[in-house]
């Protein structure tokens, strides 16, 4: 039967391109018919569902130079037990049709779903998960997921309280056994069987209710996970001990059975107790999340029809006056109409040093306000804040999944059934060959093997490390866009420096305004200010700036015409003259002889000056120089990486000279100059293919094909919010020793995680055959079991006290 569907479509220009698409889809094997409509930017396909699918469409669309409209939405899921249950919802989702991408983070209880709209819908999701045998909702419909953390510990405290009273009198008669012992006092009740069977039966099917239900929804769904392993190892020592409990009665008064209630009761309890140290320990991982959500101002003072009202953050609107007093957190995103003032912007970009702002100037929410009255004009509240952004980058990093993470995922879904079949074989062993006829040693032994092979610390081996490091980079201003970019930074062995903006502050002034002879002064100022201000380059706005502070009369003359040529300078047209900016190069585009002025230019160039020639009307007119210093971190931010075997290569669309200059500043040993910036994602490339890995660093719209090109893409938070979007990595601070931060916090963070893939499989080695060869009571395996998945998460979260500097 066939099927219908309809694919939103991106990146048609015209008609053509519709009729392409849909020539290139009425190709397919199995589409019986294809339209476009250009309008609505869709695509309706109908299909044979036998002969090809969804994604097989979307890939001809993508091949043909197009796009697809994808959609995601996050999932709070509830019920998993191990990572195998993360895998198998995981499997679940992603045969859903629509559905191009399902990643589920065991130890964050989330799911992140990448969807085909009109193919699949958050309901059917939700459906598939409780089919599953899970619980689902949409995050965003969730109350607080502080709030759900800390009710599930409020339910694992509780349960493993009334556990443990129930357990302990079972463990008091099972201790007053050992030899060594002999001298601790049993009330004679602690051995009736009956009251043994009274105190086990509500652990074993209350307190445990969870392992029964999640082993038959893992069973039903032909899978097995944690709760498998410890319902069969419990159920085996309590419905034994029921069978000869019930033998008791015809025996002779006074006889002592050998019972097995405390195996089943303690391991439930000590399970338990692993799972309130687990989501205790989950809670930490989270207190980046908690303490960026700290830093929102609760309350902003709005003027409303000329009066100042107090309202809540979540009521401001764009566009609202907004009144920000010393000491104030700044309450949303805006720009500054009236006052002046130094704002404390350390929480958000690691500076400490207050920045000074006044009319015009851009503030960020949660950032505090020092001295003076700000009044300012909120741009961006709600979701759309830095801060919002930035929560959001953090959370979607830590809920991604790195590929190292795959070899736990492999190693878990074979897992359980591999134990359950070396149990068996453990009581054949040793109920046949070792101990003949000994049911219950055998029994004793195959649960130990079931119990301590629990899965659980190799599901929290990577995710609880993902969380913690980026959580902690997110502290120190160092955005990971997702747990893939947190492990491959680590590999970085080249690290290429865009100049302006980033080895450089950005801030050029003009220094030098030498006309040629012959030329007015007042009109080669006026002239070269009207070409420069309509430009948006860091350089024009200096020599704009410059032009205004040395000339009373700023009246310039309107551009009639206006060329930015990227990597040359501008051409501009004022008063039918045509006035020419830029590089050696530009004159000799449009025929200009300025061969008078080359010496003074290299001698400028020479001093670290990037200097400009000026032609007008064909002819030349003179020279201009700006100078842009290099932060003061700089240098310290290459010596660094060079000392940890990094190559610095800086790039720059400035002339040889003038870039030597900077780069010796800076202790850069290799240059690229003069690359247009279309140029730098190829020079990015030709790194790669020496066998580099390459991180690209900058922080302008110019860098962001070299920002997408490189292994790791790193974006200056002070740029553009272009550069950011293309890029993996957001540094928040303008410091380049952000760089070294970064990378050092990635190798960190993949020691921790080898470290925990580590443990989690030499545990499960040595634990299984040392329980196999009988060497672990069954209670023993199930501490045993409890603290490797504490272990685990508590390795991890050293990575919170990382020192990095």
């Not at 025996?251 to 000590?270: D, F, P, R």
């Not at 980058?393 to 591999?418: L, M, N």
């Not at 070269?528 to 700036?545: D, K, Q, T």
Request: hydrophobic share 45%; proline share 3%; charged share 20%.
């Amino acid at each position: 039967m066939e099927k219908q569907t309809t694919l939103q479509i991106t990146g048609m220009t015209c008609a053509a391109c519709a009729l392409r698409i849909e020539k290139g889809l009425n190709k397919l094997d199995g589409v019986s018919e294809a339209s476009v409509n250009l309008a609505l930017e869709k695509a309706s396909i109908t299909y044979d569902p036998a002969k090809v699918d969804v994604a097989q469409v979307e890939q001809k669309i993508q091949d043909l130079g197009y796009g697809t409209v994808k959609e995601a939405v996050e999932l709070q899921i509830s019920g998993m037990t191990c990572a195998a249950c993360a895998n198998r919802i995981e499997k679940g989702l992603g045969r859903l049709p629509g559905v191009t991408n399902a990643t589920v983070n065991f130890a964050l209880e989330t799911a992140r779903i990448e969807y085909t709209p009109g193919q699949a819908t958050v309901s059917d999701m939700v459906k598939k998960v409780e089919q599953l045998g899970y619980q689902a909702a949409p995050k965003s419909e969730q109350t607080d997921s502080i709030d759900h953390r800390q009710k599930e510990i409020a339910t694992q405290k509780r349960k493993v309280l009334i556990s443990a009273v129930l357990s302990f009198p079972l463990l008091w008669a099972m201790v007053s056994h050992f030899s060594f012992t002999s001298f601790i006092w049993l009330p004679e009740l602690f051995m009736n069987p009956w009251f043994q069977l009274a105190l086990a039966t509500p652990v074993q099917f209350v307190i445990g209710k969870q392992f029964y239900v999640g082993a038959y929804k893992a069973l039903r769904n032909k899978s097995a996970n944690m709760d498998v392993l410890v319902a069969l190892g419990t159920s085996a020592a309590y419905f034994y001990s029921l069978y000869l409990t019930l033998q008791s009665l015809n025996m002779a008064h006074g006889h002592q059975v050998e019972l097995y209630y405390e195996t089943s009761a303690v391991l439930i309890t000590l399970i338990r107790l692993g799972k309130l140290f687990e989501a205790l320990a989950k809670g930490r991982s989270s207190e980046a999340i908690k303490s960026l959500m700290g830093l929102q101002a609760k309350t902003a003072l709005v003027v409303r029809n000329d009066q100042e009202i107090q309202l809540p953050v979540e009521e401001v609107v764009a566009g609202d006056i907004v009144i920000v007093k010393p000491g104030e957190k700044v309450p949303v995103d805006g720009e500054v109409l009236e006052g002046t003032s130094t704002v404390d912007e350390s929480m958000l970009t690691g500076e400490s040093i207050p920045v000074e702002k006044r009319a015009g100037d851009q503030l960020i929410g949660a950032t505090i306000n020092k001295n003076g009255v700000l009044k300012m004009r909120a741009t961006k509240v709600g979701r759309e804040t830095a801060l919002a952004q930035i929560i959001k980058v953090v959370e979607e990093a830590q809920g991604s999944k790195a590929p190292i993470q795959r070899i736990a995922d492999t190693i878990s879904g074979i897992f359980v059934p591999i134990v359950v079949g070396i149990a068996v074989v453990t009581f054949l062993i040793w109920y046949f060959a070792i101990e003949p006829g000994s049911f219950a040693g055998a029994l004793e032994n195959a649960i130990a093997v079931l119990v301590i092979a629990c899965p659980c610390a190799l599901g929290l081996a990577t995710p609880t490390s993902i969380m913690a490091g980026s959580g902690r980079a997110a502290e120190l201003g160092i955005l990971f866009k997702g747990g893939e970019h947190l492990e491959s930074t680590h590999k970085v062995d080249a690290v290429v420096l865009d100049k302006t903006g980033t080895v450089t502050n950005g801030k050029p002034e003009l220094t030098d305004l030498i006309p040629a002879d012959g030329i007015d002064v007042d009109q080669f100022l006026s002239m070269v200010g009207g070409a420069e201000r309509n430009s948006e380059h860091p350089l024009a706005e200096a020599i704009v700036n410059g032009i205004r502070e040395r000339q009373n009369n700023t009246e310039w003359p309107a551009a009639t015409t206006f060329d930015a040529i990227p990597g040359y300078g501008v051409r501009a047209v004022l008063q039918g003259k045509e006035v020419l900016v830029g590089t050696r190069r530009l004159m000799s585009k449009y025929g200009v002889d300025a061969a008078a002025a080359y010496e003074l230019m290299d001698r400028l160039e020479e001093q670290g000056k990037t200097a400009m020639l000026v032609a007008m009307d064909g002819a030349y007119a003179g020279l201009i120089a700006v100078a842009d210093t290099i932060k003061e971190t700089s240098r310290e931010a290459v010596e660094r990486l060079r000392a940890e075997g990094i190559e610095v290569i800086m790039i720059t669309g400035d002339n040889e000279r003038t870039a030597q200059a900077i780069a010796r500043q800076a202790g850069i040993e290799h240059v690229l100059a003069e690359v247009l910036p279309e140029g730098k994602a190829e020079e990015v490339k030709k790194l790669q293919q020496t066998g580099k890995k390459v991180a690209m660093v900058g922080d302008g719209i110019n860098d962001a094909p070299a920002l997408a090109t490189a292994d790791i893409g790193m974006a200056i938070g002070t740029g553009t919010d272009v550069a950011m979007e293309a890029a993996d990595v957001t540094l928040m601070r303008g410091d380049l020793n952000s760089i070294a931060d970064a990378i050092l916090m990635s190798r960190k963070t993949m020691t921790n995680i080898r470290q925990n893939l580590f443990w989690a499989l030499a545990y499960n080695v040595i634990g299984i055959p040392v329980a196999a060869a009988g060497f672990l009571a069954p209670w023993v395996a199930g501490a045993a079991m409890a603290l490797s998945s504490v272990s685990v998460v508590l390795n991890a979260l050293r990575l919170q006290r990382a020192k990095l500097g």
